[in-house]
């Protein structure tokens, strides 16, 4: 389960209304150290910016310079970098190539590549072949470095942290079902709307106690699933670790079903020559940039991340992003990826929002960005929809353990601000790194979430603003 669904799921009880609803429209807001101060958070530290749209005029700066964990607020310059580097009408192509006596299924790292797409790619590669049939089939992903987890250190089966390659099916994830009852049955499918074949190359079984194992032997990938967390029937996903492998057996037995027999997949380690029968483009990089911060994806931000860089490593990669960010005038970002699933990135609010507030970065990004994100969590009491007097907030939400951020844009009665508030229990997220959900973690971030309601809502009161930020920043 995803963090954001899970999050969801956990906000069913009737939160409070906003703290400011209701109030004279001229009565001060309270400032933000009073909201911070209530706010339950503990010993967490917070850096909230607000700047307002036209005039520049800093609204709110506090802790402005503190450099945080942006978490998935990441993907917002990760989004801008990719979109100047690349191109908003960029696509990414999987390429099925004729190489003498092999059929070679190329991918370009299309991030979105799912089943049902690939099956499409399969039936046009039979009618391509006629009557040849290969002797040797194989499948090459170094369009991309190969990445074998986004974020070292997680816990092994979380399904947002998998292997990014060049060729990526199904967002490198396979799909577990299983019913027990006696025994427990289990089964692996390369899960898609219409096409669902059975991911040959990936096995599971159950275990007694414990949690998830994971290993790789002559070629397969193998699950150890603890039994006590299955109940009687239910389903999840899980990461791959070997993407050319699972994708060559998918696109193995969707040819099968189009009358191309193919022979047993191998991986390709050099750059595929030969003739071209057969490609599939993905959707503009301005729609997968939208899907990546609806759903906050994590392998889509890596993808485009690398792509944009051309650099070899994910570490590289990182670092020619905050090359750029420099190069904006935008200084003391700290990077270690591009989805913001490192604890180790940094960045200060300050700069978020500074980024942000540039006219053509949200001539860019305020399109891409979710409506009311908050309600996810806090319901109607997130209060961001725009309608009878609430604020207009369109912003990207970001949240590891005992970290919560939000960053984006915020308009309610003819102001318009851009902002970011960065929380964090920097003690406490060290000390449950990789843990998923660890004890307090989830009361933890919905405070924090009220929080940024009210950071925002107080930044677009009717209040005088105080200076500007310094230019150098």
Not at 144 to 164: C, S
Request: net charge neutral; with cysteine; glycine share 10%.
């Amino acid at each position: 389960m995803k963090r954001r669904d899970f999050l969801l799921a956990a906000s069913a009880a009737v939160l409070a209304g906003p703290a400011w609803a209701g109030r004279p429209r001229r009565k001060p807001a309270p400032s933000v150290a009073q909201l911070f101060s209530g706010a339950g958070l503990g010993r967490a530290s917070l850096g909230f910016a607000a700047i307002e749209l036209g005039s520049g005029a800093v609204l709110q700066d506090v802790g402005a310079g503190l450099a945080l964990p942006p978490a998935s607020t990441l993907k917002t310059v990760t989004a801008l970098y990719a979109l100047e580097r690349l191109g908003p009408q960029h696509r990414f192509t999987t390429r099925v190539l004729r190489d003498g006596d092999t059929l070679v299924l190329a991918g370009g790292g299309d991030p979105a590549l799912d089943t049902d797409a690939l099956a499409g790619l399969a039936a046009e590669t039979a009618r391509a072949v006629g009557d040849w049939r290969p002797e040797r089939f194989a499948v090459w992903g170094g369009a991309l470095p190969q990445v074998d987890q986004i974020a070292p250190g997680q816990a092994v089966h979380l399904a947002y942290n998998p292997t990014v390659s060049g060729m990526i099916l199904n967002y490198n994830r396979v799909y577990l079902g299983w019913r027990c009852e006696a025994d427990c049955t289990l089964n692996l499918q390369a899960r898609g709307v219409a096409q669902s074949p059975r991911a040959w190359t990936i096995s599971a079984g159950t275990t007694p106690g414990g949690g998830f194992g994971h290993s790789i032997a002559e070629g397969r990938e193998h699950w150890q699933v603890p039994r006590a967390g299955l109940g009687r029937s239910g389903s999840r996903w899980l990461p791959v670790r070997r993407p050319e492998a699972y994708a060559g057996d998918v696109f193995q037995t969707l040819a099968r079903a189009q009358g191309l027999a193919l022979p047993t997949p191998e991986v390709a380690h050099v750059p595929p020559a030969g003739t071209e029968i057969a490609r599939l483009d993905s959707a503009p990089l301005t729609v997968l940039l939208r899907g990546m911060l609806e759903h906050s994806t994590n392998l889509t931000a890596e993808v485009v991340g690398l792509a944009a860089s051309g650099a070899t490593t994910q570490a590289d990669s990182a670092r020619a992003m905050g090359e750029w960010l420099e190069d904006q005038g935008i200084t003391g970002a700290v990077l270690a990826d591009h989805s913001g699933m490192s604890a180790q990135n940094r960045i200060t609010a300050q700069s978020l929002a500074r980024l942000l507030a540039r006219p053509p970065a949200r001539a860019a990004l305020r399109p891409l960005l979710n409506t009311d994100p908050l309600r996810e969590v806090l319901g109607e009491a997130a209060q961001g929809h725009g309608r009878d007097g609430a604020a207009l907030v369109q912003a990207k939400t970001g949240t590891l353990n005992f970290v919560s951020c939000l960053a984006g844009y915020a308009a309610a009665d003819g102001r318009e601000i851009a902002f970011a508030a960065l929380m964090a229990d920097e003690p406490r997220l060290a000390a449950t790194s990789g843990r998923e959900w660890p004890e307090g973690s989830l009361a933890w971030v919905k405070r924090a979430k009220l929080l940024q309601r009210d950071l925002v809502a107080a930044s677009l009161r009717d209040e005088p603003p105080p200076a500007m930020l310094p230019p150098e920043i």
